[in-house]
């Protein structure tokens, strides 16, 4: 359903007229106005950190040759925004997972947080597969005393992680790789759902950033996860270890003794899960995401010198 929804609403947005953008764009700088303005400005220059004028090359097509080549989740979300703008202008842009590869400014889904790269411009790409909240209602207390995880575990941060701990008591870990592999780690999946059941839930980063981390930081679990190496929309370079997660060295030397500890520290569990539930609610407004969004562009045009 959440799917059916998604692609319908794109559909219908890619037959609105120009003067429903126009109009929906009044109606969000009205709603600008009643928002803290440094809050936009701090996420809008976090996203989008260049602030010196820059030139595009003459082989950049404007938006009005912008395609959907088999990415459709990143074209949708891209041209959700690029509808508010004249067909003409352009920019550089890269879809899919893995890390910005021109020297230009790019919207991206993600940069890397072990450099500064002000080239890079994230951007809320594939929100349809990254951006899931939920409404937790097993509270901690209630919850299973184990560390739960499943997913595809073809790196070796999660193949190291599922081969020492698929057995032991303190977890229900596994893999459920495509196609099954005929070892002992491989299991079938966990809904979400099931998951919530758990007082701990791993999340480990994959090709790039770790998907199940927005829905995890939005429950009533307590996240557990290495210092992440990628950021996206969601702001993980500013997740603070032991105040919004529970972070665990690379080789999880040291992760039994920390669900040992937080299985007795019930208080200290939920200033975290309270912290890091405070960090997920700044994404759920809306209007808030689409004027942050549109002000991203309306930089870059600026900056570009595209006075369209």
Known sequence: MKKFVYYSKNGLLKMMPRHY???????????????????IKDRVDYYFRKNTNFNLPKNINNIRNFKNNN???YYYDMMEYLYYFDPEIKISYQFGDGLIKDDIPTFIKVRSLKKLENNSIIFKLNKIRHFNFINDKIDFKDKMNKLV????????IR????????N???FNVGQTNVPIESVKWQKSKLTISQQLKYKFIFCPEGNDVATNLKWVLSSNSLCFMPKPKYES????????????????KDNFEDLEEKIIYYTKKTKEALDIIKNANQHVNKFKNS????????????KYLKLSNQNL
Request: aromatic share 16%.
């Open 159 to 166: 193949k190291n992680f599922v081969k020492k701990f698929w």
């Open 149 to 156: 995880w499943r997913g595809g575990a073809y790196r070796n």
């Open 71 to 73: 990415s459709s989740a």
């Open 168 to 170: 032991k008591k303190l």
């Open 233 to 248: 929309w969601f702001m993980e370079g500013r997740l603070k270890p032991n105040i919004h997660y529970i972070e665990i």
């Open 21 to 39: 953008f126009k109009w929906n764009y009044l109606r969000l700088k009205k709603i600008e106005n009643q928002i803290d303005i440094n809050e």
């Open 287 to 298: 209007d808030c995401e689409d004027i942050i969004s549109i002000k991203i562009i309306e």
